[in-house]
C-alpha cells in the first residue's frame, strides 16, 4: 500500500513540475496573456511600439544590443513564441556569432546548426530543449532570435480543440 501512494504522489509531483515547465525571456515565463507578458517586459524598460488583437511589438535593449523590436506572439490567447529582431546591428554576422556563443553557453551545443548551406546567405542555430526551442537566424541580411515555447503552445491547442 505505501509502495502505491508513493508512486502515485511521485506521478503528480512530475506531473506538476511538467505542466508549469516553460521557456524564459528575460527570466519571464513564455505563459499566460499577451497584456501580462507586455507589462512585465515594460517594467523592465522596454516602450510599446505596436499593439495588435494577437501580438505587441516593443523596443528596447536586449543582450547588450540596443533598439531591439521584441515580438510577443498568442495562439488562442496564450503566449507562446518571442522574438527579437535586432533592427541596428552594424555586422549581422559578427552579432550572430556573439549571440550565437552566448546561447551556447548558457544552453550547451547546438541541436542543429546550418550556416550558409544552400549558398542563399541565411544561417540557422537551434537549441532544442524540454521546454521548447530557441531559434537563432539570418535571413535577408536579418537577425531573428526566437524563443518557443511547446508547453504553452500545447495550452493553446488544447483550448482550440477542448469543444471538437
Same mark, same amino acid.
Given at each position: 500500500?505505501?509502495?502505491?501512494?508513493?508512486?502515485?504522489?511521485?506521478?503528480?509531483?512530475?506531473?506538476?513540475?511538467?505542466?508549469? !515547465?516553460?521557456?524564459?525571456?528575460?527570466?519571464?515565463?513564455?505563459?499566460?496573456?499577451?497584456?501580462?507578458?507586455?507589462?512585465?517586459?515594460?517594467?523592465?524598460?522596454?516602450?510599446?511600439?505596436?499593439?495588435?488583437?494577437?501580438?505587441?511589438?516593443?523596443?528596447?535593449?536586449?543582450?547588450?544590443?540596443?533598439?531591439?523590436?521584441?515580438?510577443?506572439?498568442?495562439?488562442?490567447?496564450?503566449?507562446?513564441?518571442?522574438?527579437?529582431?535586432?533592427?541596428?546591428?552594424?555586422?549581422?554576422?559578427?552579432?550572430?556569432? &556573439?549571440?550565437?556563443?552566448?546561447?551556447?553557453?548558457? =544552453?550547451?551545443?547546438?541541436?542543429?546548426?546550418? &550556416?550558409?548551406?544552400?549558398? !542563399?546567405?541565411?544561417?540557422?542555430?537551434?537549441?532544442?530543449?524540454?521546454?521548447?526551442?530557441?531559434?537563432?537566424?539570418?535571413?535577408?541580411?536579418?537577425?531573428?532570435?526566437?524563443? =518557443?515555447?511547446?508547453?504553452?503552445?500545447?495550452?493553446?491547442?488544447?483550448?482550440?480543440?477542448? &469543444?471538437?
Amino acid at each position: 500500500m505505501k509502495k502505491i501512494i508513493l508512486l502515485m504522489m511521485l506521478c503528480f509531483i512530475s506531473m506538476g513540475a511538467s505542466a508549469q !515547465d516553460h521557456l524564459k525571456f528575460m527570466n519571464i515565463p513564455i505563459s499566460g496573456s499577451l497584456d501580462d507578458f507586455a507589462k512585465k517586459l515594460e517594467a523592465k524598460g522596454f516602450e510599446p511600439y505596436q499593439v495588435e488583437d494577437d501580438f505587441i511589438s516593443l523596443t528596447g535593449p536586449y543582450a547588450g544590443y540596443n533598439n531591439c523590436f521584441v515580438y510577443i506572439y498568442t495562439r488562442y490567447s496564450i503566449v507562446y513564441n518571442i522574438e527579437v529582431y535586432f533592427a541596428y546591428v552594424d555586422d549581422v554576422h559578427s552579432a550572430y556569432n &556573439d549571440l550565437r556563443r552566448r546561447l551556447g553557453l548558457k =544552453y550547451g551545443a547546438p541541436s542543429h546548426v546550418d &550556416d550558409n548551406t544552400n549558398g !542563399d546567405g541565411s544561417y540557422r542555430t537551434s537549441f532544442y530543449l524540454p521546454a521548447g526551442e530557441i531559434r537563432l537566424t539570418i535571413e535577408d541580411n536579418n537577425l531573428d532570435l526566437n524563443y =518557443y515555447d511547446t508547453n504553452s503552445y500545447n495550452a493553446a491547442i488544447g483550448v482550440a480543440t477542448s &469543444d471538437l
